[in-house]
């Protein structure tokens, strides 16, 4: 599975961005998708999940603020981030495994980041 994230760039405090993940080389939707960011300095953590069955998981610090979702007839994963945080500035990454099984997922599939700066 090759992943490809794009979307990302500068944006003030309070703004929004969607990000977005196209998938090839399996057929997408049998996978799961996720988000996960890397802060400099810091570890990679998770974001967001959405299952299969477009069931979705958020971790506490974007619940409210980031919406998951998918089109299986573009192949493709989002992530609309709205009243984005400085703290939200991070390189932001997709990625996919067969089964999500919450925080012990081994995801198998990782795309290129995409940069989100949000600026105070």
């Known amino acids: 599975v090759q992943l490809q994230a794009s979307g990302g760039g500068l944006v003030q405090a309070g703004g929004s961005l969607k990000l977005s993940c196209a998938a090839s080389?399996?057929?997408?939707?049998?996978?799961?998708m996720g988000w996960f960011r890397q802060a400099p300095g810091k570890e990679r953590e998770f974001v967001a999940a959405?299952?299969?069955?477009?069931?979705?998981y958020y971790a506490d610090p974007v619940k409210g603020r980031f919406t998951i979702s998918r089109d299986n007839a573009k192949n493709t994963v989002y992530l609309q981030m709205n009243g984005l945080k400085p703290e939200d500035t991070a390189v932001y990454y997709c990625?996919?495994?067969?089964?999500?099984?919450?925080?012990?997922?081994?995801?198998?599939?990782w795309g290129q980041g995409t940069l989100v700066t949000v600026s105070s």
């Open positions: 990625a996919a495994v067969r089964y999500y099984i919450g925080t012990t997922t081994a995801w198998n599939y």
């Open positions: 080389g399996r057929t997408f939707s049998t996978l799961a």
């Open positions: 959405i299952e299969r069955s477009s069931a979705t």
